[in-house]
């Protein structure tokens, strides 16, 4: 089954560090860039950057507002996207997704991971 | 950076309807432009893809529109099943913002 399934969430006090994993299966995980993104409560989609295929480099981008606090990589042997977290902050508290592909589309999303920042 | 900005941001609307729902990018994206639609703790489903690309599975009352800097999604005789958050987001070139979203809610 092709699927993306997100783990590593919780709750982690302010200031702490989180890694979030994204498995994929039924595909060939190392075409495809990924993407993270996530939904504070009450807020919209906010997309966080995405790394893209070691055919287009291996490299990330992100948004302005983690930048330099959050870092994509990949593990293409094991099928696998993180995101590190770095800093935590109460308004990274939302629900974490990852997301398959980039240009011109990202197709296919998991079901997502809570991460709750709160002393 | 472009900014999305959709609208309304939100709708009431019965079954049976049709609706539409507005994207506008603050630069030209050609046609560089995804909707999804968002269901609470479930996965975002990409509906339509480069502006008006229905996707494989996606019904056909979905449709979108637009090139440059406007874009719409129109939903005709809406189901049941389609009262969701729908967003915008812009692809390509990062970063891919997204719109604030559309919530359709049942009137």
């Known amino acids: 089954e092709v699927q993306l399934v997100e783990s590593g969430g919780g709750l982690a006090q302010p200031g702490r560090s989180l890694r979030l994993s994204c498995t994929a299966s039924?595909?060939?995980?190392?075409?495809?860039?990924m993407n993270w993104v996530r939904q504070a409560p009450g807020k919209g989609l906010e997309w966080l950057g995405f790394i893209r295929s070691k055919n287009y480099g291996g490299t990330a981008d992100y948004a302005a507002s983690v930048k330099g606090r959050f870092t994509i990589s990949r593990d293409d042997s094991n099928s696998i996207a993180y995101l590190q977290m770095n800093s935590l902050k109460d308004e990274d508290t939302a629900v974490y997704y990852c997301g398959r592909g980039w240009r011109p589309r990202s197709d296919l999303w998991g079901q997502g991971t809570l991460v709750a920042v709160s002393s | 950076d472009i900014q999305m900005t959709q609208s309304p941001s939100s709708l009431s609307a019965s079954v049976g309807d049709t609706v539409t729902i507005t994207c506008r990018a603050s630069q030209s994206i050609s046609t560089y432009l995804n909707w999804y639609q968002h269901k609470p703790g479930k996965a975002p489903k990409l509906l339509i893809s480069?502006?008006?690309t229905l996707q494989s599975g996606v019904p056909s009352r979905f449709s979108g529109t637009g090139s440059g800097t406007d874009f719409t999604l129109t939903i005709s005789n809406l189901h049941p099943e389609d009262f969701a958050t729908y967003y915008c987001q812009k692809s390509y070139s990062p970063p891919l913002t997204f719109g604030g979203g559309t919530k359709v809610e049942i009137k």
């Open positions: 039924g595909f060939t995980f190392s075409d495809y860039a």
């Open positions: 480069v502006a008006s």
